[in-house]
Structure formats: C-alpha cells, structure tokens
C-alpha cells in the first residue's frame, strides 16, 4: 500500500480558522476573558484534503478563494501540503473564515462565515471532474452550494467515480444531491436533523432505517464510540475508536472522512476504510487545531500501517 497513491478531488470549501480557547464561553450580552488564540488553517473541504494528502494520496483542490490576504495564504498553504490548487479560482471580496471556541474539554463551537466559497459555480465543478483521467474519489460537504456539489458528483458518476457526502454543517439535502452521492457519512448532530424523527444513531436499526431511507452507502461518526456503516449486506458494522486523551475536536470528523477516501480510494474494504478513519480522527483530537492537529506524512504512514496490519 505504501506505493499506491490514488488520485482524491476534493470539491468544497477553504476556510481560515480563528481559534479562541477558553475556560468559560460568555453567554448573551457577556464579556469574558479568553486563554490563547490562534489563526489556522481549515473549511471542511480544506481539511478532507490535507488528510487525505497527509496518508499519500494526490489531491485536487476544488474551490473558490476571495482576492484577500487570506486567499494568498491559503493557497501557499495547500502548495506546502503538496495539493495540486491548480483548479482554485479568485474572485474580488472575502475568503471564508470560521470563528471557533474551543472548551477546556475539548468541545468546539463553530460559526461558518463562507465568503468566496458562495462563489464557486456547477460548471467550475463539472469541469473540474471531466477534466482529470485517473480520479478515484470525489468528496464534497455543505459549505459550498448544494448545486455546485451535485454538478461535481452527476460529472463523478457518470466516468463511475466513487462520490462522498459529508453533509455538514447540516441543511437539508437537496434530493438530487442524494441520488449522485455513493457514501453519505454524517455525524450525530448531522444524522439527527436528516432522520425523518429527529433520532440520534443510538442503535443499529435506527442507523439503518435512515440508510435504507436515503438509498445509498452510509456510515456515522460517533465521536469516542467510533462509527458505524452499513456494509453491501445490509447489516450495520461498527468500528472501534482507539482510546485517547482529547483535548481539541476541532477537524476529529474531517480527519475520518478524509482518511476513509482515501482507504476506498486505496482499495481498502469498506471495513479498513472505516478503521483508518477512526485512527486518524482519535489521533488529530490529542493536539490543539484542525489541519494542524493532523498526523505528519510519517505519522499517516505509520496509521496506516496499523490498520494494514490488523
């Protein structure tokens, strides 16, 4: 496995992150005073990529950046992480940031702010699919219109390219975006707002009741416990996460999802695809960031070793 290095595109979104740590978050109309700050690197799609490219895979960034310092940054930031950015596009305005708070256990709130993410179009997209030969994944999310994911994901389908949804932050999908999606994969949160009931992933019938549902692949994040997918039989699997001091969530289900396209697109099982994703979202929560919480390209190998290995 260390020789194969499958082709990922990632059609979605750059953001950079504010991070504020602190041990108490103010409530409405309340001033408190704040730990450490830092600037930071992320957007789901940014973040999918960098995990991805951080186990060896070559990535394509798909996105649109706002013609601010912020988008020269982020595009030397993906040169430096060794991501092609060739099919990122500029526009007048602002990149997306995200304002994130971070509590002392580790639980983060985020706001998405998506500036020239809201600029990318469906023919960028389709263009962006058609124009490559060797893709073996194609991962989009919700910080970037919906249309511009179901274009990315109609142009995958058709050439018989694996698509993978992260449907976060939560929305409700557009129907056609569920029909070109191979793999949906949410967190609990997310899993909630789409279950017709609003119920969380508490057992596998529920799991697979929303599965059956949306009529496609499926797998949930489930923080400490793991995740969950359904396999080709129809029956719910379920994978352990490795036990771990958290410190900072922040990215834990970007990491997954990043790390389980590249085991599909690696010719991993379903099951190992799920492992590797697990090991790496439990690794990135035991230091502070998102892309930089991330295993280094050695440390990635050496995950992925361990799942190669049983």
């Given at each position: 496995?260390?020789?194969?290095?499958?082709?990922?595109?990632?059609?979605?979104?750059?953001?950079?992150?504010?991070?504020?740590?602190?041990?108490?978050?103010?409530?409405?109309?309340?001033?408190?005073?704040?730990?450490?700050?830092?600037?930071?690197?992320?957007g789901k799609g940014a973040n999918q990529a960098?995990?991805?490219?951080?186990?060896?895979?070559?990535?394509?960034?798909?996105?649109?950046?706002?013609?601010?310092?912020?988008?020269?940054?982020?595009?030397?930031?993906?040169?430096?992480?060794?991501?092609?950015?060739?099919?990122?596009?500029?526009?007048?305005?602002?990149?997306?940031?995200?304002?994130?708070?971070?509590?002392?256990?580790?639980?983060?709130?985020?706001?998405?702010v998506p500036g020239a993410n809201n600029e990318m179009t469906p023919e960028q997209a389709q263009s962006a699919v058609e124009g490559l030969a060797e893709i073996k994944v194609v991962i989009g999310q919700l910080e970037i219109p919906q249309e511009v994911t179901i274009a990315?994901?109609?142009?995958?389908?058709?050439?018989?390219?694996?698509?993978i949804l992260n449907p976060a932050p939560f929305a409700p999908l557009d129907e056609r975006l569920i029909r070109v999606s191979d793999w949906i994969i949410p967190n609990e949160t997310e899993f909630a707002g789409m279950h017709p009931r609003g119920l969380r992933p508490d057992s596998d019938s529920i799991i697979k009741e929303l599965s059956d549902q949306l009529g496609c692949r499926f797998a949930v994040t489930l923080g400490e416990n793991g995740a969950a997918y359904c396999d080709n039989s129809g029956t719910i699997s379920r994978v352990r996460a490795p036990k771990v001091n958290a410190i900072d969530t922040t990215g834990a289900g970007d990491a997954f999802v990043g790390a389980f396209a590249f085991g599909l697109a690696s010719g991993l099982s379903d099951q190992m695809a799920a492992e590797l994703g697990c090991i790496c979202a439990s690794d990135s929560v035991t230091r502070l960031g998102t892309q930089s919480s991330y295993p280094t390209p050695d440390q990635a190998k050496s995950l992925l070793a361990q799942v190669a290995n049983g």
């Open positions: 496995m260390a020789k194969i290095e499958p082709t990922v595109m990632v059609v979605g979104s750059t953001m950079i992150d504010m991070i504020t740590y602190s041990k108490k978050i103010p409530n409405a109309g309340e001033t408190v005073i704040g730990d450490t700050f830092a600037l930071g690197f992320g960098v995990m991805a490219r951080r186990l060896g895979a070559t990535v394509f960034m798909v996105n649109t950046l706002g013609d601010d310092v912020f988008g020269d940054t982020t595009v030397k930031n993906f040169e430096s992480q060794g991501i092609n950015t060739s099919l990122i596009s500029r526009v007048a305005g602002a990149s997306g940031v995200a304002p994130i708070w971070v509590e002392p256990n580790g639980t983060n709130r985020i706001i998405c990315a994901f109609s142009a995958a389908r058709k050439r018989g390219i694996t698509t």
